[in-house]
């Protein structure tokens, strides 16, 4: 028999991606490029509760590709806005907390379709305001939409009474899911819509309300999203909208009424937050939970027997996909030795056919910006380290000769295990060629550091798939493909050791983070 969920919804199915090889697909989104610089006067103001909020002066967002051409301005938050704005979103939990779990899954349902119908606008956005490529932009619209989907159809999974053990006393028992309570959303701007729809949407599904302080390189993004949101009727404080500096969000996780953070970002920042949270203050009644994805040093080991075409192909991929700002890029290329050569000359071969430039101005590009000028600075320091401690520059190695910031895509060779670009996430379109003299070898050098989200095999040897699946210690493993391209529901995402606390967004263990289990037994 058909369950409840089947009658009124489909199954979930990712949503494509597009390749803009069909030309009117091409033409289509280049006019919705045209229709967003034509906007980039516009600003877009704070939001807490029901007002709107432009305190002076307005901030451009730089776009990474073109320093003088700006994505739009918005004003910046204070801690004094933070305190507003979680006064608003508790005001706001005590109602939206009891909407039903149906009610607060069609808005998801009723989002995803709205952002179908809008992918070009919301595309364009991405690929003016932080550089991405066309196909990186739709993929990352196409997964918002698939979080929207799935968390929309966990929710009502997860709504209502939970199947349990029968009792063998004189009682009826039974289990639900309560939301916690008042949100920080902090989302990161290299995913600037899918992971921040996602922790958005997975808060607001499971009846909490949020205050969502987007990054400063993506801000123009984020408050689309929330203007979508507010136009299908989301009520007023449910989503509060604050951008902001450090010192907002360091309100936002030591406020005594935040009931729990959502952090996706660097290491350093969310060990930070995690510190802070775990401090009660003063009113403070809870221990506040900590949703944490931060950073990874994500190795692709390719074996002596691989495939070494799919080798080069998945690594060029994951190295230099979004010029290497994801968490799960591949930063390390572990080698066995017999075909580290055969394999840098393939790999080497695909780089020189990459297109570095600005996407906004052509669907060919493969290689856009960084997202700013500290992180040009940043990458092509990490270079310099690495030449000063040995390594050699077998492709790239600097800035590309353009406006913007560009860095090259970047294979530095001559680098062992222990030393700084074997270790540090770089996040950039860098990666690090390390030799291995065997499977074992390899296997120790990929689990040599503090991380542990993403990792990649490439080998023709089903003992040494197995062995991985068992060894290689991170949170998402892929044999004989790219290290990237997480797909809702089917890769649930989330790492280990220093790469946070293995979440596992877009499975279904996720919602479960944002609610708490109440068990209720009466007497017959």
């Known amino acids: 028999m058909a369950t409840v969920l089947e ?19 091409r033409a289509a989104q280049a006019a919705a490029i045209e229709r967003f610089l034509a906007q ?29 051409r700006y994505a739009g301005w918005y004003y910046e938050g204070t801690p004094q806005l933070a305190d507003r704005a979680i006064a608003e979103a508790e005001k706001a939990f005590a109602s939206w907390s009891k909407v039903p779990w149906e009610e607060r899954a069609d808005l998801l349902f009723r989002a995803a379709a709205a952002m179908r119908a809008r992918k070009d606008d919301f595309n364009a956005s991405m690929i003016v305001e932080v ?78 309300t949020v205050v969502l302080k987007p990054s400063p390189d993506s801000t123009i993004i984020a408050a689309g999203f929330v203007d979508l949101l507010i136009e299908l009727g989301l009520p007023a404080g449910v989503v509060n909208f604050l951008p902001g500096g450090a010192d907002v969000g360091e309100r936002l996780v030591e406020h005594p009424r935040t009931r729990f953070v959502s952090f996706t970002g660097s290491m350093a920042v969310g060990l930070h937050i995690n510190e802070v949270a ?54 390390r290329a572990i080698i066995e030795e017999p075909v580290y050569d055969a394999l840098k000359a393939k790999v080497l071969e695909r780089i020189a056919k990459l297109e570095v430039g600005d996407p906004v101005e ?29 390594g050699r520059v077998a492709a790239g190695g600097k800035a ?62 089903p003992a040494k798939l197995e062995r991985a699946a068992r060894e290689f210690h991170v949170g998402n493993l892929y044999l004989n493909r790219k290290c990237t391209g997480a797909l809702v529901g089917v890769h649930p995402f989330g790492g280990f050791n220093m790469s946070g606390t293995d979440s596992k967004a877009g499975g279904h263990d996720y919602l479960l983070l944002f609610v708490q289990a109440k068990a209720i037994a009466r007497k017959r």
């Open 400 to 461: 590309a000769d353009r406006a913007g910031y560009f860095i090259e895509p970047t294979i530095v060779e001559n680098v062992t295990p222990e030393k700084t670009l074997a270790q540090e996430e770089v996040f950039g379109p860098v990666v690090a060629f390390i030799k291995a003299r065997d499977f074992d070898e390899a296997l120790t050098i990929a689990n040599g550091t503090k991380y542990g989200l993403t990792g990649g095999l490439f080998s023709r040897d």
């Open 40 to 68: 980039s006067e516009r600003r877009y103001p704070i939001i807490i509760g029901n007002e709107r909020l432009t305190p002076e002066p307005a901030v451009p967002s730089v776009t990474p590709a073109e320093p003088t």
């Open 7 to 25: 009658k009124t919804h489909p199954p979930f199915r990712n949503e494509p991606v597009r390749t803009f090889s069909d030309p009117a697909e």
């Open 131 to 208: 550089g991405k490529p066309w196909v990186e932009a739709d993929a990352d619209t196409a997964e918002a939409i698939d979080f929207l989907e799935f968390y929309a159809r966990e929710a009502l999974r997860l709504g209502g009474r939970q199947s349990i053990v029968p009792s063998p006393l004189p009682e009826d028992n039974w289990l639900e899911y309560l939301p916690l309570g008042v949100g920080a959303v902090l989302p990161p701007w290299n995913f600037p819509l899918a992971i921040m729809a996602g922790m958005t949407t997975a808060a607001i599904v499971t009846g909490n």
């Open 362 to 390: 052509s669907a060919n590009v493969a290689v856009g910006p960084v997202v700013n000028e500290k992180a040009h600075q940043r990458i092509q320091r990490a270079i310099a380290r690495a030449l000063e401690e040995g």
């Open 278 to 331: 775990a401090k009660p203050r003063e009113g403070q009644v809870w221990i506040k939970r900590v949703v944490a994805e931060m950073g990874g040093k994500d190795a692709i080991v390719v074996a002596a027997d691989a495939d070494l075409d799919a080798a080069a192909d998945g690594i060029v991929a994951s190295a230099f996909g979004f010029s290497g700002q994801k968490c799960s890029a591949a930063s």
